[in-house]
């Protein structure tokens, strides 16, 4: 009988911590077009819900069970590094109907996309979206070749309403950064050595100036730094979330 009582538990406590797991971080933005509900799976993954549509960018299935969250209708893929490009989540995620955007080195393993490049702007089931830049210039792998080559990756703005949302992928403060307009929000990655520094993320931060500010892709970079860093930047609303 103790035995069945300790087993009893141990399922419990299995389904309990499993269902936790699935308890994602929610923020919902105001749009002129009706709330955009954003996700947060954690590291460079994120969820967006808006208008009936669920856009996943850049799934992981190290860090969620997708069998339990709604399939895509938009899938984005910011480059080929398999914590951006895991097939196995894209494979759940995918329908018949799922309009998967990705990068060339992408759609070299994985065929049926809509190829962008740096500087494309299409307009996916009535979101327009655009590619930007993403890669580094600073930091470098051991034979000096970047973690991130120029021309190779992708960020994206994606347009909802009247708020348009940066995701800026794998990138160092790049000058194309700079030329971004209208940008409501956006997510800055802050993974050193791949990525930016805080210092780098503030540099940006204050010259795209969007309302809000997720660093996201931060693993184990102190992400309250950026909040000191932005703290008399009072046009900027620096908001943390579970996104190592």
Not at 18 to 32: R, S
Not at 212 to 224: C, I, K, N, Q, R
Request: charged share 25%.
């Amino acid at each position: 009988m103790k035995i069945l009582l300790l087993l009893g538990t141990f399922v419990v406590a299995f389904f309990t911590l499993t269902a936790a797991a699935q308890e994602f971080e929610t923020d919902t933005i105001k749009t002129a077009a009706g709330n955009l509900k954003i996700t947060f799976i954690g590291h460079g993954t994120l969820m967006f819900t808006f208008g009936g549509k669920v856009i996943h960018a850049d799934p992981w299935s190290r860090l969620a069970d997708y069998t339990k969250l709604p399939k895509a209708d938009i899938i984005l893929l910011t480059h080929e590094h398999p914590d951006h490009f895991d097939p196995k989540a894209i494979e759940i995620l995918q329908t018949k109907n799922t309009m998967l955007v990705l990068t060339e080195a992408c759609a070299d393993r994985m065929k049926g996309g809509i190829v962008m490049h740096n500087g494309d702007a299409k307009t996916v089931l009535g979101l327009k979206i655009e590619a930007v830049p993403a890669y580094n210039i600073v930091h470098m792998r051991s034979d000096g070749h970047p973690f991130h080559p120029k021309g190779v990756g992708n960020g994206y703005v994606i347009t909802f309403g009247d708020k348009r949302v940066y995701v800026a992928g794998d990138t160092e403060n790049i000058p194309e950064i700079k030329t971004l307009k209208n940008i409501h929000i956006a997510f800055l990655p802050m993974n050193l050595p791949y990525t930016m520094t805080p210092e780098m993320v503030t540099d940006a931060a204050k010259a795209i100036k969007q309302k809000v500010l997720y660093p996201y892709h931060y693993g184990e970079t102190d992400a309250s730094k950026i909040v000191d860093l932005l703290k008399d930047v009072k046009e900027i609303e620096v908001r943390i979330r579970k996104m190592k």
